[in-house]
């Protein structure tokens, strides 16, 4: 008796209006995220170059622990966007039962290293005021990182199956809620105590764990996810845990050299004084906010590519990388066109400090310079980790972020180099421009070639 062959699975719709559907409500949810940073830093800002300046340092200091963690926590998404294209459902509410018990471990290391008050100021050598609510922002941050981790697990498994709206419901709901609580706890609305700078963490805790709940609702009751559940309760899984940590730590480490590359920047910054630091601050919130578009294409690129080669479709996974790729380096060219013309404005909504904005009217000059490379970094990154590829693009951003931006960018501000005289906020974003360039080039080149050698070997 003969059986039929099996039918061979489809691979996802990678046409531009397809990455666009799925990128543009991750983009939504990303500009949300750093929307709550933009809130704090517009209303710190106009409470006075201390307030700002406390939080640019304390929010360096919690982004650098966060964003480390966060990035071990996205070796769920290549995984769970395997099974997904496989249509192995079953599977998925397994890796994210996992992918929940990593949280807990870290929220445990993230509290400790956040609650390392001492270290953080040292790094910055913030005196007075600003010292004393940088260290506030810190504790009081250090209570919403646990909800802030279990609530990326749910982020990261909404994107990797294709439902993305979901975490941008949440986070736009969010960043609703953002400014009324920064006002009750910045300003002292409703008769509480004004806290400043501080005040802008304890609206972040809370609105952490109302995301939390909110992610867990919707993932009990959503029929979307009826038959991605599991059928009974899983404790912690070492073999499951480490496959997920062989593709994360590396993430978690190249997502740390990316974003403590620019956060060690704040804290060196900070030592120039307040008015640095706060023009600093403010090109880094517009130049974060710019890079939204670029992060949102690249997490999509990461869920087509792991969808396609689960599937089976190792030829679509490398047209989605091209396609992203040219995408995000076309809006990119217009991004920094827009940013080059539109700078005045852009920094008059931040503040009204002329010294501060004077300052900041140059440094944006060198988030114009980099942005298409940075875009091109961005989606290199994130379709290599489609791809499983998470090593090599560690060692380039240990590389070419921290040594040749961070390090170099010390050594340029504190000391000059061969320009004579220490070149301060300067030297840092000249050399993180420099780094950036160079990453951009490497990994862009470096997903166009693993995308065409997992072509070849599976058409051999």
Not at 25 to 48: E, K, R, S, Y
Not at 68 to 92: C, T
Not at 145 to 171: D, E, I, Q
């Amino acid at each position: 008796m003969t059986h039929p062959a099996p039918q061979r699975l489809t691979p996802p719709d990678i046409s531009l209006r397809a990455i666009t559907k799925l990128a543009s409500p991750i983009f939504i949810a990303n500009v949300a995220i750093v929307g709550g940073g933009t809130v704090d830093t517009i209303m710190a800002g106009h409470l006075g170059a201390d307030h700002l300046a406390a939080i640019a340092v304390g929010l360096a200091s919690v982004i650098m622990v966060f964003m480390g963690l966060v990035g071990i926590l996205q070796g769920m998404s290549p995984l769970a966007g395997h099974h997904f294209g496989g249509r192995r459902y079953e599977k998925i509410g397994f890796e994210l039962s996992q992918c929940l018990w990593l949280a807990a471990f870290l929220s445990i290391i993230g509290i400790a290293l956040m609650c390392w008050t001492d270290l953080w100021m040292e790094l910055s050598q913030a005196q007075g005021e600003v010292r004393r609510m940088a260290t506030e922002y810190i504790l009081i941050s250090a209570l919403g990182l646990p909800p802030s981790l279990f609530g990326r697990a749910f982020v990261s498994l909404n994107a990797a199956v294709s439902r993305p709206k979901v975490t941008m419901y949440v986070s736009l709901a969010n960043l609703a809620l953002k400014v009324p609580l920064n006002a009750v706890f910045m300003y002292g609305w409703l008769g509480f105590e004004p806290m400043g700078g501080a005040g802008a963490a304890v609206s972040s805790m809370i609105l952490s764990w109302i995301a939390l709940f909110a992610y867990i609702i919707i993932w009990k009751k959503d029929s979307y996810y009826d038959k991605m559940r599991c059928s009974r309760f899983y404790g912690p899984q070492l073999r499951a845990m480490w496959e997920q940590l062989k593709i994360g730590v590396p993430i978690g480490l190249s997502t740390f050299f990316e974003v403590s590359s620019f956060t060690l920047m704040a804290i060196f910054i900070s030592r120039f004084g307040p008015v640095d630091v706060s023009a600093h601050q403010i090109v880094a919130n517009v130049t974060s906010l710019c890079y939204m578009i670029a992060l949102s294409i690249g997490i999509a690129c990461t869920v087509l590519v792991s969808q396609c080669l689960g599937a089976g479709y190792a030829e679509v996974a490398e047209k989605a990388t091209r396609r992203c790729l040219i995408l995000a380096t076309s809006l990119a060219l217009i991004v920094a066109f827009s940013l080059y013309f539109g700078r005045g404005a852009i920094l008059a909504l931040y503040t009204s400090d002329e010294t501060v904005i004077k300052i900041a009217y140059s440094l944006i000059l060198f988030g114009v310079f980099y942005h298409v490379f940075d875009a091109l970094q961005c989606v290199g990154a994130f379709a290599l980790r489609g791809y499983r590829v998470t090593f090599w693009p560690m060692v380039i951003y240990g590389v070419l972020l921290w040594c040749v931006g961070l390090f170099g960018g010390y050594y340029m501000a504190f000391y000059g180099g061969p320009f004579g005289r220490p070149l301060q906020a300067y030297g840092f974003w000249g050399m993180t421009a420099t780094g950036l360039f160079l990453a951009g080039s490497c990994l862009a080149t470096m997903a166009l070639f693993v995308a065409r050698v997992k072509t070849k070997e599976s058409l051999a």
